[in-house]
């Protein structure tokens, strides 16, 4: 994994900023065509979690990697936990950083199949616990159109513009050439669920990663971070704009 993923703070850093937020990137293994690497969906939560850590006064923690990717199980290098072991990883963070006196959790999802997030957010909420899942798709919707993206979410669904754009921006090494040849459009995948992936693309890829770019991608970015602002306050009761930075004290 690449070092930079990984928060390099010690417990002293973590004491004297005491924040009251964590961020939790949660990403996937899982196939994305032949121009992007099994790691993307942990890459793009790590990006988008960075982001919103150089912005708002919250704890960034390191990523969970490895998600329910099964519709991909066909390709190679695939390897995927259960919904239960997702929600039992979640649920147990959230714990402990309750226990550490971190009493509010963000969760930032790479990944359109770790469905069950949804679950956990939703029952830990109506416990009066205080948990969050970002981005949701009107704040993909909202980076869409900011960025000049212009593949639709429906179209956009995997390896595609939106994907391809954040790692030009955040990781171009890891893209590798043939981007520029590997669209593929399957609009109607309303058996995806009973029939994986395969039943609808060979490559792996559906969407339009020809048009992705780096300037997209730090833009598309900058434009969740934005939103990231209501998401902080419903947790929080503290208003933040990224101008104020992460000099905050939620």
Not at 47 to 67: F, M, N
Not at 102 to 128: D, I, K, M, P
Not at 201 to 210: F, K, N, W
Request: hydrophobic share 40%; with cysteine.
């Amino acid at each position: 994994m690449d070092v930079s993923l990984v928060p390099a703070d010690t417990s002293d850093d973590v004491r004297v900023r005491g924040h009251k937020v964590a961020v939790l990137p949660v990403g996937s293994y899982e196939q994305h065509g032949p121009h992007l690497p099994l790691a993307t969906d942990t890459l793009v939560a790590c990006a988008v979690a960075r982001e919103l850590a150089d912005a708002y006064p919250v704890h960034l923690l390191p990523p969970v990697t490895i998600g329910c990717s099964h519709e991909h199980a066909d390709w190679p290098g695939t390897v995927s936990i259960s919904s239960v072991t997702l929600h039992a990883v979640v649920r147990d963070i959230a714990d402990s950083l309750r226990r550490s006196g971190v009493g509010a959790l963000v969760v930032v999802n790479g990944h359109g199949g770790n469905y069950v997030l949804g679950n956990v957010v939703q029952e830990s909420s109506a416990r009066g616990e205080r948990l969050a899942l970002f981005p949701a798709a009107e704040d993909w919707e909202t980076a869409r159109r900011r960025a000049g993206v212009v593949t639709s979410l429906l179209t956009d669904m995997h390896a595609g513009e939106i994907e391809t754009s954040i790692l030009l921006h955040a990781h171009p090494e890891w893209v590798r050439p043939g981007y520029e040849a590997a669209d593929f459009v399957a609009d109607d995948r309303r058996h995806l669920l009973s029939l994986g992936m395969s039943a609808y693309t060979a490559s792996g890829v559906i969407g339009r990663p020809s048009l992705g770019s780096a300037e997209k991608g730090k833009e598309l970015l900058a434009s969740l971070a934005d939103s990231f602002a209501e998401c902080f306050a419903l947790l929080t009761g503290v208003t933040v704009t990224v101008a104020d930075g992460a000099g905050g004290d939620a």
